[in-house]
């Protein structure tokens, strides 16, 4: 038997995501914008939770049907068979979101879903689930278009970038499957080189030793299909106990972070400890502009500071064009991806893009640059070292 799926991701990564989760063994992928669609059987859904490291959440699909008013609504849900999934002592929060929905108020639709889910249950079972819109132990999503009503069960609970791991952030962390999506949309594998030169707290770090060291970014957490009354515990224990045995050791893996600031080191160090990832990492304070690479050729891939939150106008103004030189002079041979949300970085920085890809961070709309560094056309000011963890003199 296969179920309905949707996994939302940020927007930029639908593609990359419809790639890992063919891996996962989800079939039927489609790209829609904001998510991939897929089916399934409860074994995938369970995997797609432990495994996908670009997904925000996994949602079970339970109806999907045309509606006309706030009255269709309510049947739709009510219909479904809500005791057989979760018990009455759960908490539930119902999420609606909608584009072109002709009908008026979206919270008193919102209202009218809780409404028919908790008239099934005290019905079937003279009880019904209370309320909790911080911590709800199920949460129901619906989405509404000009015509069709979906209704999601979330089998994830906690959004899937919160890895169960991360216990110190800096001013502008990015979110970790955000990290996860960029290290594949860069190509970036174990093996290549990677130095993130402004790492603050070190998310593509992590995301990119626990990628080296076989890490399930689930392994820490718990998710809801835990709760619901059709988990199979055998199966997922062993799914668990599989991925567990999977995992590499943690030695040097030629990924290698900087910062100017020494608090921000000190949260990229507090992360990859908590993460049991520490030896796997380089890490160093210092100013990108002073640095050297540590390898003749790798992945460059950061998120620089800009102005919308962090840093200001006019130091930008003078920090880009500085940053372009050090990468044409020191890092021919290399790739570098920049992630930002600063228009004027793409113009000051005065090298020309290969590639341009609208991602974003939360709300934030972001741009990632791709820069190839072609080697013998620069001029270079110092060699490039050796790939051992020794000889990073950044
Ligand atoms: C947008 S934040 C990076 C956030 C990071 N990706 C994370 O997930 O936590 C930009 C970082 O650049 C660092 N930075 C600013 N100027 C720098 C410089 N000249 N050299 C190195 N790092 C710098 C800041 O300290 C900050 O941590």
């Known amino acids: ?155 994830s609970g906690e959004a899937l970038f919160k890895r169960g791991l991360r216990q110190t952030q800096g001013d502008a962390p990015l979110r970790e499957n955000l990290a996860a999506g960029i290290l594949a949309l860069a190509g970036w594998h174990p093996g290549i080189p990677l130095l993130d030169p402004m790492c603050g707290s070190g998310t593509l770090l992590l995301e990119a030793a626990q990628i080296a060291c076989q890490i399930a970014p689930g392994a820490r957490r718990q998710f809801a299909f835990e709760n619901l009354k059709l988990f199979d515990a055998n199966s997922w224990k062993k799914l668990k106990q599989t991925a567990a045995n999977r995992q590499r050791e943690r030695i040097f893996q030629s990924i290698y972070g900087s910062d100017l600031y020494g608090n921000a080191l000190v949260n990229a160090r507090n992360n990859l400890a908590t993460a049991g990832l520490a030896e796997c990492v380089a890490l160093k304070q210092a100013n990108v502009l002073e640095i050297s690479p540590p390898a003749e050729t790798g992945m460059l891939i950061s998120n620089p500071p800009y102005g919308v939150r962090v840093g200001d106008h006019q130091t930008l103004a003078e920090f880009y064009p500085q940053l372009g030189n050090v990468l044409k002079q020191r890092f021919s041979g290399w790739q570098a991806f920049l992630l930002t949300a600063d228009p004027l970085l793409a113009k000051s920085i005065r090298l020309t893009p290969s590639r341009r890809t609208p991602l974003f961070n939360g709300a934030l709309e972001c741009r990632l640059l791709e820069y190839r560094l072609v080697a013998g056309s620069m001029r270079r000011e110092k060699p490039p070292n050796e790939s051992s963890k020794n000889s990073h003199k950044l």
């Open 1 to 155: 038997m296969t179920e309905h799926f949707f996994a939302p991701c940020p927007r930029g990564l639908e593609a990359v995501l419809a790639a890992e989760l063919e891996c996962l063994e989800a079939t039927s992928i489609e790209i829609l914008p904001g998510g991939v669609a897929f089916r399934g059987s409860w074994l995938t859904c369970y995997r797609a939770n432990l495994e996908s490291r670009i997904a925000s959440r996994i949602l079970w699909q339970v109806a999907r049907n045309q509606y006309r008013s706030e009255a269709d609504i309510y049947d739709i849900t009510h219909r479904l068979s809500w005791p057989d999934w979760f018990e009455p002592r759960l908490t539930i929060k119902v999420n609606l979101a909608a584009i072109k929905c002709p009908l008026r108020s979206l919270d008193f639709l919102t209202l009218r879903i809780k409404d028919a889910i908790c008239d099934k249950f005290r019905t079937i079972r003279g009880k019904r689930p209370d309320i909790d819109t911080t911590t709800p132990d199920i949460r129901i999503h619906g989405f509404l278009d000009a015509r069709q009503f979906t209704l999601y069960l979330d089998t």
